[in-house]
């Protein structure tokens, strides 16, 4: 059995390693920076995979040797097997097995983390990494295999992908009792008009939907403060000095001070379904996977 495998020289867990280092960086440049020894060794030991396995898994593309159509496919071959391999491993030594969970800043913060001890306490033999990431970040890292889990919106689910409804992301615009000068009651139109707002930018959906909503009152939006997630947003809010539109998530992270909130069909445009996504190779090739997925969506369910 495996005869071919074994009757040539050149495939070892070493190898297959450094091909998802590389793959992981993008070249061999960048999965060894500054270091011309430690390229040269990276670059052979593909040169002997390739000899293996008879195709090209690298081939240089101007001073820059990349995988090719074939090395990306091994690289994704090996990392299910090691993974596999150091599941067991794992089990077998009673180690803890860990699952990679990819979200963006303020669903880590004000979600997951909070919830995750209870997980935690049903499998004690597992622990939990969180890896702050764009959306299409997440949705490329599950594809290759780099993720376990990710927290996405149902608009950017692609195809391949299993997932399960978490529920809606709902937003709320706060303003500080500081900056309200004894004003009982704010209107969103005055929030986004006279008082200094601190907005997240960076998420495109998010950016481009507050504007939609400050079109339609016929407001030129000005943020004051441009910030680069939610929970720095709050941090604003939480100065005293800013209004902002958040994920209602945030309210709870709110201790200091009374703060205004506002809500509103206004608002709605802004929701958005959460969705637990996951790769099914997953459930394949990692035990428990299938019962961690049940365990975090049963947890991390919004509302």
């Given at each position: 059995?495996?005869?071919?495998?074994?009757?040539?020289?050149?495939?070892?867990?070493?190898?297959?390693?450094?091909?998802?280092?590389v793959?992981?960086?993008?070249?061999?440049?960048?999965?060894?920076?500054?270091?011309?020894v430690?390229?040269?060794?990276?670059?052979?030991?593909?040169?002997?995979?390739?000899?293996?396995?008879?195709?090209?898994?690298a081939?240089?593309k101007?001073?820059?040797?990349?995988?090719?159509?074939?090395?990306?496919?091994?690289?994704?071959?090996?990392?299910?097997?090691?993974?596999?391999?150091?599941?067991?491993?794992?089990?077998?030594?009673?180690?803890?097995?860990?699952?990679?969970?990819?979200?963006g800043?303020?669903?880590?913060?004000?979600?997951?983390?909070?919830?995750?001890?209870?997980?935690?306490?049903?499998?004690?033999?597992?622990?939990?990494a969180?890896?702050?990431?764009?959306?299409?970040?997440?949705?490329?890292?599950?594809?290759?295999?780099?993720?376990?889990?990710?927290?996405?919106?149902?608009?950017?689910m692609?195809?391949?992908?299993?997932?399960v409804?978490?529920?809606?992301?709902?937003?709320?615009?706060?303003?500080?009792?500081?900056l309200?000068?004894?004003?009982?009651?704010?209107?969103?139109?005055?929030?986004?008009?006279?008082?200094?707002?601190?907005?997240?930018?960076?998420?495109?959906?998010?950016?481009?939907?507050?504007?939609?909503?400050?079109?339609?009152?016929?407001?030129?939006?000005?943020?004051?403060?441009?910030?680069?997630?939610?929970?720095?947003?709050?941090a604003?809010?939480?100065?005293?000095?800013?209004?902002?539109?958040?994920?209602?998530?945030?309210?709870?992270?709110?201790?200091?001070?009374?703060?205004?909130?506002?809500?509103?069909?206004l608002?709605?445009?802004?929701?958005?379904?959460?969705?637990?996504?996951?790769?099914?190779?997953?459930?394949?090739?990692r035990?428990?996977?299938?019962?961690?997925?049940?365990?975090?969506?049963?947890?991390?369910?919004?509302?």
């Amino acid at each position: 059995m495996f005869e071919s495998l074994f009757s040539e020289r050149g495939l070892s867990l070493d190898r297959l390693k450094v091909l998802i280092e590389v793959r992981d960086a993008g070249s061999i440049a960048q999965a060894a920076p500054g270091d011309p020894v430690r390229q040269s060794q990276y670059s052979r030991q593909l040169r002997e995979l390739s000899e293996f396995f008879g195709c090209e898994v690298a081939q240089r593309k101007g001073k820059i040797l990349k995988l090719t159509a074939q090395g990306e496919r091994l690289a994704e071959l090996a990392r299910e097997q090691l993974r596999s391999l150091e599941d067991f491993r794992a089990e077998c030594r009673e180690e803890n097995v860990a699952f990679t969970i990819g979200a963006g800043d303020s669903l880590i913060q004000w979600l997951v983390i909070p919830r995750l001890g209870g997980i935690i306490e049903h499998f004690p033999g597992t622990r939990f990494a969180t890896s702050n990431l764009r959306t299409n970040e997440i949705v490329r890292q599950l594809n290759e295999g780099r993720l376990d889990f990710g927290i996405i919106r149902k608009s950017a689910m692609g195809p391949g992908l299993k997932s399960v409804s978490l529920g809606i992301v709902s937003y709320v615009a706060l303003v500080p009792d500081a900056l309200a000068r004894r004003k009982k009651k704010f209107t969103l139109h005055e929030v986004l008009s006279e008082l200094p707002l601190a907005t997240q930018t960076t998420d495109g959906q998010f950016t481009a939907g507050v504007r939609e909503i400050a079109k339609s009152l016929a407001i030129t939006l000005k943020p004051a403060l441009a910030c680069q997630s939610f929970p720095q947003t709050m941090a604003a809010v939480k100065s005293g000095r800013f209004a902002a539109i958040v994920p209602e998530l945030a309210v709870r992270d709110l201790t200091d001070g009374p703060t205004h909130r506002i809500s509103g069909e206004l608002l709605r445009p802004l929701d958005r379904e959460a969705m637990l996504a996951w790769n099914p190779r997953l459930v394949r090739i990692r035990p428990n996977a299938l019962k961690i997925s049940a365990a975090l969506h049963a947890a991390l369910r919004i509302g």
